[in-house]
């Protein structure tokens, strides 16, 4: 194997390794996500009880977080974030409607969310990824003239 060959094929390993860290972060999020679309999941209340920001420069990034509770009392859950909010959209002790789709660390609005959008997306690039890592691998290298291809 040439200097180049092995630097080819460690490259489609490199990318076939990002293709997977791809898959892995978006492909357990889908489900979750759809369901988010959808408004899927178990009906409450989000109470506010803290406002989180994160300031980036020239932007402020906020969200709510606090308590979700089920219409019928069944599901509690604390220090939730309510996907879409934002430093204008409530304020300590104030509750709005809210959806569990089952997510550890958020709950959505009644509408629903596009978040399934950037999910999904993540989650095919990973496949394009590992898909072309796998051909790059397979694919016969052309040794030069009077070396026929492996």
Known sequence: MTRTEGRS???SVALAV????????SVPELGPTIRAARADGVSGVFT??????VQHPGHESCVWAGDFASADGRVLRHGVELYG?????LAV?????????GRET????PDGSGE???TTVLALAG??????AARRMRRPRDRGPGHPPR
């Not at 506010?48 to 920001?53: E, K, M, W």
């Not at 002790?93 to 789709?101: E, I, L």
């Open 18 to 25: 990002a293709g997977l860290l791809l898959l892995f972060m």
């Open 93 to 101: 002790g104030r509750t709005t409607r809210a959806v569990d789709t």
């Open 127 to 132: 496949l394009t990824v590992v898909i072309a």
């Open 106 to 109: 958020r709950v959505y609005g």
């Open 85 to 89: 909010s934002d430093r204008g959209t």
């Open 48 to 53: 506010a009880t803290q406002l989180r920001c």
């Open 116 to 118: 399934w959008i950037f």
């Open 9 to 11: 094929k460690g490259f």
